[in-house]
């Protein structure tokens, strides 16, 4: 894959990545409110909160691949395996283009 097209992918992965973090940041807005202690209501808030952390840390852990996948491309061994330094199929790399690995 040519350095190009590899930036494209990458710089399309980052917004999206930057997009789907801030829909998930966490906000509490410090109000607590009289159903607030309702235990249905503090039940669906802790599963929500909850699920919003897990979401949050997941495109975290993308978003730490992606800037793996930066730095490789500036060292020019993008494309390549981190393991076995075998050329990763272009195909793989337009699904995922943070892909460290070959498929096998």
């Known amino acids: 894959m040519d350095d190009g097209r590899a ?8 917004k999206r990545l ?3 973090i801030s829909r998930h ?7 607590q409110s009289d159903s607030f202690f309702d ?3 503090l039940a669906a808030k802790l599963y929500q909160d909850e699920l919003d952390e897990s ?8 978003l730490a691949a ?12 993008y494309g390549l395996s981190i ?7 272009d195909e793989r790399l337009e699904v995922l283009p943070t ?5 096998e």
């Open 7 to 14: 930036r494209e992918l990458l710089v399309a992965e980052r």
């Open 83 to 89: 393991e076995s330094g075998k050329p990763i199929m």
């Open 18 to 20: 930057e997009r789907a």
């Open 99 to 103: 892909t460290e690995r070959t498929a």
């Open 25 to 31: 940041m966490h906000e509490d807005d410090g109000e």
């Open 55 to 62: 979401l949050e840390e997941d495109l975290r852990v993308q």
């Open 66 to 77: 992606l800037v793996r996948a930066e730095q490789r491309l500036a060292a020019g061994t």
């Open 39 to 41: 235990p249905g209501n």
